[in-house]
């Protein structure tokens, strides 16, 4: 009864368009109501309170604030231009581009979401100058925006983190790996569909030695940062949160070395961050208070006691939260499907016999393929807002190849959960 109240009441409350971190907290408190025997709302400013005040999200108004500078700064046309240098030979031209600037430039931001705005603001222009089918190159900037989630700095697994009681460094080393080889991967993808379909590849461009030298100056900036942030934490010299803080400034220094500081950069950057931050820190809040009370009611123990019962095998057990994610992912934003879910399926998982550091890439993955799936995958609205023109349905179509494709990284890290783990292990 609580698995159906709870799954039928946040339904509801997403369908009526309710702000997420308002139907989180409503539903918080009809399962107190209806299913404790304590008064479990008067807690909530205690809970409200311990949620906002712990000192590791500090971590993330940080992070959203670098990845907001680097923007304003124009560093990601920057990197777009030079990695259309060299990646444009390859069959697909500049859609190699959108995919190696999305993973650099998610190596600074930590949010999916503005990975594809920025990518789509600086690529897609191109798509129309150069005759690419707008479809599948917007495809590749909404699948490509999904790196910003994997590779660190991620605010989800920051997220993830906190929720789990997982070191924050063991995560962000874990998603190194699993990140460059899903951008491989998507790189594939486009390479195996323009030698299908030449007529897709919008062209070959080519560009000079010379040219690719002199761009190689235009990508230090990305690199730079990526190096002070993941550098400082794997040394043990940072915490994330105080990484985060180096990584600021490093991006400040950087936007002053662009002369691109002043009045309106700073109004922009400032307002980017709070919005963000605050939609963030309501849904965590709110997300904190629904999982105490799931706690309370004894959900989370009671799911793993029936997952026991079941007498499922660990791996059929992971096949079947995995179909879960993916129905899911369809209809729940995917944020809040992070934080309602993790609570409760953790406990199976850890049960299960599977490393939690390993499980929460796992899930990044899970996370990113709703990204690019309809209705609510966020990355196909965004993109095609930046685009203007055509339908979302192009979007859709064009990213569909690249859902096989995270399919495809997510046999691959069952089958090698190593290639999270060698790296986080050293930590």
């Known amino acids: 009864m609580i698995v159906l109240a709870t799954l039928g009441i946040l339904l509801l409350l997403l369908l009526a368009s309710i702000p997420v971190a308002v139907a989180i907290l409503a539903l918080g408190l009809a399962l107190g109501y209806f299913f404790s025997g304590y008064p479990l709302h008067r807690l909530l400013g205690e809970v409200f309170w311990s949620a906002s005040t712990d000192f590791l999200l500090l971590s993330i108004p940080l992070f959203v604030l670098l990845g907001e500078i680097l923007l304003r700064a124009g560093i990601a046309r920057r990197t777009y231009g030079a990695l259309d240098k060299w990646l444009s030979w390859l069959p697909g031209g500049l859609m190699h581009a959108n995919i190696g600037t999305a993973a650099m430039f998610a190596a600074t931001s930590g949010s999916s979401v503005a990975t594809a705005a920025t990518i789509g603001t600086v690529g897609l222009p191109q798509a129309r100058r150069y005759g690419y089918h707008e479809g599948l190159f917007a495809g590749t900037i909404a699948a490509g925006g ?79 940062i990526f190096a002070i942030v993941i550098g400082s934490i794997y040394t043990g010299w940072a915490t994330p949160t105080e990484s985060a803080a180096l990584g ?13 500081v002043g009045l309106r950069f700073l109004q922009e950057v400032a307002e980017g961050t709070v919005r963000t931050t605050a939609m963030i820190m309501l849904i965590l809040i709110a997300a904190n208070y629904l999982n105490f009370v799931l706690d309370s009611v004894g959900l989370a123990e009671l799911l793993k006691r029936f997952v026991q019962n079941l007498g499922l095998s660990p791996l059929k057990t992971l096949l079947a939260i995995i179909a879960l994610y993916v129905v899911l992912g369809f209809f729940v934003e995917t944020l809040s499907l ?26 990044i993955l899970l996370i990113e393929m709703a990204l690019i799936t309809p209705p609510v995958g966020l990355n196909l609205y965004v993109v095609q807002g930046v685009r203007g023109r055509g339908t979302i349905g192009e979007v859709i179509v064009g990213s569909t190849p690249f859902v096989l494709g995270i399919f495809i990284m997510i046999g691959i890290l069952v089958l090698w959960p190593e290639l999270a783990l060698f790296l986080a292990w050293n930590v």
């Open 338 to 363: 992070m934080v309602i879910s993790v609570p409760i399926v953790f406990p199976v998982i850890v049960g299960a016999g599977f490393h939690p550091v390993w499980f929460g890439i796992l899930l």
């Open 248 to 260: 600021v400034i490093a991006a400040v220094l950087l936007a002053l070395r662009y002369r691109a």
């Open 146 to 224: 999904t790196l910003g989630i994997l590779i660190p700095p991620s605010i989800n697994l920051i997220v993830y983190g906190f929720l789990t009681n997982t070191s924050i460094p063991q995560l962000f080393l874990a998603g190194i790996v699993p990140g460059i080889l899903l951008a491989l991967v998507f790189m594939a993808v486009i390479l195996v569909i323009c030698l299908i379909r030449p007529g897709l590849s919008g062209g070959v461009r080519r560009a000079s030695w010379g040219e690719r030298l002199r761009s190689l100056q235009d990508l230090l900036p990305v690199l730079f």
